[in-house]
Nanobody
């Protein structure tokens, strides 16, 4: 059974940075597209970054230029580097196999002074 475990969230000031990690227990991880999503209270869960098995990436305009998704196939891990964080980035962040896969427990990111 697939498991994803997100980590790296926390409290950061506006303008700060965080790097999230997502460990995936799955053989053939290197052949999977992966994605990060986020959900704020009362809002839908939104896609924030996708990385294909070949390393191509895609982002919505809201995070483009600030967030970077990457992967380490040797460690079965996908990362989300978040820079220039804003209060509106506050959310629980989740990763999953893209476009469909099991959800992890998420990791809370709070951007506040």
């Amino acid at each position: 059974q697939l498991h994803v475990v997100e980590s790296g969230g926390g409290l950061v000031q506006p303008g700060g940075s965080l790097r999230l990690s997502c460990a995936v227990s799955r053989i053939r991880f290197s052949g999977l597209a992966m994605a990060w999503y986020r959900q704020s209270p009362g809002k839908q869960r939104d896609l924030v970054a996708v990385i294909t098995s070949g390393g191509s990436t895609n982002y919505p305009n809201s995070v483009k230029g600030r967030f970077t998704i990457s992967r380490d196939n040797a460690k079965n891990t996908v990362y989300l580097q978040m820079n220039s964080l804003k209060p509106e980035d506050t959310a629980v962040y989740y990763c999953r196999i893209y476009p469909q896969g099991a959800w992890g427990q998420g990791t809370q990111v709070t951007v506040s002074s």
